[in-house]
């Protein structure tokens, strides 16, 4: 697993080169997100493999991931391209930073990343990014972390314009809302082994009740919904595009069999795995009722 920066463990922020961070990695391009929020900021087109999926990036464009996914980069050698790497506990300061990083930009179960254009020219972002932050960490650490979170929303808010997010209005309770931002970093740190609120909510000291009421208020949904929501994108998408059999697609995602992963997928979907894995049709699933 990458190793991740002094700055980081300690601030909760860092910013780097891609060249720097294959460096700090011995050369190796796989990457485990942790529990950490990555923004790449792309002057130059790449490529990049979240959760065993391909992605080309465009020139000129920003990448949202999420927390605890397994990433791969491509064709970066010689480009510009930065890595804006954060923790929740760094960006929540106010109820609008909790829904930001609770929004589609991070977690976005029908995709495991989300892009949007840099609206403002390259060479002022990279400016922006690197030289306004040098001399602000040169400054001191308490302006700098200050211009960091203010660095971070500018391109989380620049992205928003692309994003939908019915869920962005929200603006109260914000114990909630960074409640059910924990949950879902932890949802997608767990979900292959444990697929029940109750779990959930012990980790987060809190009871299913109270953790179904928070998801409702911030989702629409409850908390079983949720989890449900989750193992069936990451099912649909094995089954889509990993090439394993059902059987291994089980295994991988904590079923003690692929009799219950069946039974799973067809009570939830109305669909047999074959057939999803069958079909020509790539469009997202519409989950039943049945929860």
Known sequence: MYEVTDQLKKMGFSVNHIKRIIERNNGNTNINTQEYF????????????VQGRNFKVNAESMLFVGPHKEISVSDVEGKDIYAIVFSSAFYEQSSTDSLLLNSTLFFNFESDVFTAPLITDKDIVEKFIIERLLRFYEKGETLYISAAHNTVKAFILDA???????????????????????FRVILQRDFKEYKIVSYYAKTLNTTSRKLTEMTEFVTGKTAKQVITEKVIAECYKLLKYSGFTISEISYRLGFSNEGNFTHFIKKHTGKNPSEIKNSANSSVIKLTNSY
Not at 38 to 49: K, M, R, S, T
């Open 38 to 49: 990555c923004i790449f900021i792309a002057l130059d087109g790449f490529e990049i493999d």
């Open 160 to 182: 928003m314009l692309f994003a939908e997010d019915k869920q962005i209005e929200i603006t109260d309770n914000l114990d909630y809302v960074s409640c059910v931002n924990r």
